[in-house]
């Protein structure tokens, strides 16, 4: 082939620009839709979205009494509250906490306080469910693996926690019977 | 360079149309290396034998193993007491990670020492800090593998830290864990990711090597090699020298294998995992423990991640942190002290990492961090400023011989 630039060529930089581009372009939404079933694997599967509801029957919790149930592969905390633990989470002043929340929003009948009983910090599962755990400061339960404190209403007071241990979806079937999830 | 002369005829043949012998030659047995190299030079060769030893182990154990909540407590313990050679294996494995992180925290200490992070070899340095990042991903997905109290727990804490991240950090983690907990499907891609990094470590330590053969080593000194009177070829004096140090290793490699397998290791990793229970203490392994110290200390959890990554990111910036052009602190005599008031701090870290979070320990943790982070961005920084460094020898010769008259005198015998 002669070194002199072909004059064709010349004119035609701009189409093959264009080629260039939109082939690019083209490989690339091409790659990444290829690319999300990949990623998108990793999310819950469907038998693991479709685990059902659990059921707890409330009739033998006596008063100061907690139990712990499996839900979703976590511990659900279901506490029958003593009159005076009532009266402390319904008392205490709101407005210097981390979460303000009141206990009137966090429970669906005041004697019975249910908790998904995760550390909104890093996952553990906070002290407090036997009578011999340490409960913190508050005399709610206390997370040992940061130094988290919360009170009878499942509440942020002290420590790393950014908010109160969540309330899971649940609806009371009867007086004495809960449906989680 | 001058082409080796092969007298094999089948090495001559391959070499001539595939030059593998010649390329092993000239980076393993002629490769000019610095000739007052100290021991602390010996820990990259250690580091490469400590990561082959973790990738032939655990292809070994991973023939044993069975990936699945239900099984995977229990074919750990079958590898311990009933495969042939389980129970070494297993410890070498065990222990091998954490000889691993011995050598490759001294590796990057010598480099803090000596100024082996600077131009030219920035980019050698943060590969090295990739490495790191890599073997630490890597050695935690290990470690929940046996699905023990501790592995459960741990890879809940640390999966959580992803939570921190605004608005979507609930959905990251959900992903990443294939569920609502830490539950069988995080287990599998655990062993899955397990099982591969490894390989990518290969292929990043590749081209570490690759921007170290570049300049080559640095040396304790820190000035340039001037020219060949100041190097000796790799082979036979380096290879015979890290031999020796490999046997070393291996003597305190072995006495933990076989005397304390479990010393560095948790107890509560023998109970299986219980998701309905917390260990009273979570403690990571304890190659983690300054940077699970520096979490804890930030009283707030997006603080506390963001300061936990954020003691490693500072090591990729630290080729433009640090402005003095002096790389050997044997040089820099304030600096010198600041080392090891940093090595103090690592290891004061280290130790806060593994007490309870209440009382004393978080309020020294959170002046251990502040130095660590002050070490970094403040000193590393302003300190060549006020730093009045001795004077640099003119070659690597000259300290050892009695002036430079003499060091050149040598310079031109070794010329001819």
């Known amino acids: 082939m002669s070194k002199k630039s072909n004059p064709i060529n010349e004119k035609d930089d701009s189409k093959r620009d264009f080629l260039v581009v939109s082939t690019y372009a083209l490989a690339g939404v091409g790659a990444a839709s290829f690319v999300w079933p990949l990623i998108d694997q990793m999310n819950p599967a469907a038998d693991t979205l479709a685990l059902a509801s659990t059921e707890i029957d409330l009739s033998s919790l006596e008063e100061g009494q907690s139990i712990t149930v499996k839900w979703r592969g976590k511990p659900v905390f279901v506490r029958h509250r003593t009159p005076d633990e009532i009266k402390q989470a ?50 709610g339960w206390f997370c040992p693996c940061h130094g988290s404190h919360y009170d009878h209403s499942g509440r942020i007071r002290k420590g790393p926690a950014p908010t109160n241990l969540e309330v899971p979806s649940y609806k009371f079937l009867s007086d004495t019977l809960i449906r989680i999830g | 360079m001058s082409k080796p002369k092969f007298k094999n005829p089948v090495v001559k043949w391959i070499d001539y149309r595939l030059p593998i012998f010649t390329f092993m030659d000239h980076e393993l047995n002629h490769y000019p290396t610095p000739k007052n190299l100290n021991y602390f030079w010996n820990f990259g060769s250690l580091a490469g034998i400590a990561l082959v030893t973790m990738i032939i182990t655990g292809i070994v154990l991973s023939m044993n193993y069975t990936a699945h909540v239900d099984y995977a407590f229990d074919s750990v313990e079958r590898i311990m007491r009933d495969v042939n050679h389980g129970w070494l294996i297993r410890y070498i494995h065990m222990n091998g990670a954490s000889f691993f992180f011995i050598v490759v925290f001294i590796h990057i200490f010598r480099g803090l020492y000596y100024g082996s992070y600077k131009a030219p070899r920035e980019l050698l340095w943060i590969l090295g800090v990739l490495i790191l990042l890599l073997m630490m991903a890597t050695a935690f997905m290990g470690y929940v593998l046996p699905w023990g109290q501790m592995s459960f727990w741990g890879a809940t804490v640390i999966t959580n830290l992803f939570s921190a991240i605004p608005v979507v950090g609930e959905s990251i983690v959900t992903w990443l864990w294939g569920g609502f907990s830490v539950d069988n499907s995080t287990l599998n891609r655990f062993f899955s990711l397990h099982f591969v990094l490894p390989f990518v470590i290969v292929g990043v330590v590749i081209l570490h090597l690759i921007a170290l053969h570049r300049f080559g080593s640095n040396n304790p000194i820190g000035i340039d090699v001037k020219g060949t009177q100041d190097t000796i070829p790799f082979s036979p004096y380096y290879t015979i020298k890290d031999l020796f140090g490999l046997g070393v290793f291996l003597t305190f490699f072995a006495a933990a294998v076989f005397f304390f397998p479990n010393f560095m290791g948790h107890p509560d990793n023998y109970i299986e995992a219980n998701p309905m229970v917390t260990p009273a203490h979570i403690v990571p392994e304890w190659y983690f423990l300054p940077f699970y110290a520096i979490l804890r200390a930030i009283p707030d959890k997006l603080g506390g991640v963001l300061f936990m990554f954020g003691a490693i990111a500072v090591l990729f910036i630290l080729p433009w942190l640090d402005r003095s052009p002096v790389r050997s602190s044997q040089f820099r005599p304030i600096f010198k002290i600041f080392f090891w008031v940093l090595v103090a701090d690592c290891i004061l870290l280290g130790y806060l990492g593994a007490m309870p979070a209440e009382g004393i320990y978080v309020i020294l943790s959170r002046i251990a ?45 070794e010329k001819k």
């Open chain 2, 369 to 413: 961090t502040a130095y660590y982070f002050f070490h970094f961005l403040v000193l590393f920084p302003l300190l060549p400023y006020i730093e009045k460094t001795k004077p640099l020898p003119i070659s690597i010769s000259e300290p050892v011989l009695s002036g430079a008259a003499t060091a050149s005198a040598f310079a031109t015998r």
């Open chain 1, 90 to 139: 319904k008392e205490v002043l709101i407005d210097d906490m981390r979460d303000p929340q009141a206990d009137a929003d966090r429970v669906a009948n005041e004697k019975y306080i249910v908790l998904v009983g995760v550390c909104t910090h890093l996952g553990c599962v906070p002290l407090g469910q036997k009578t011999g755990d340490i409960k913190g400061q508050y005399g």
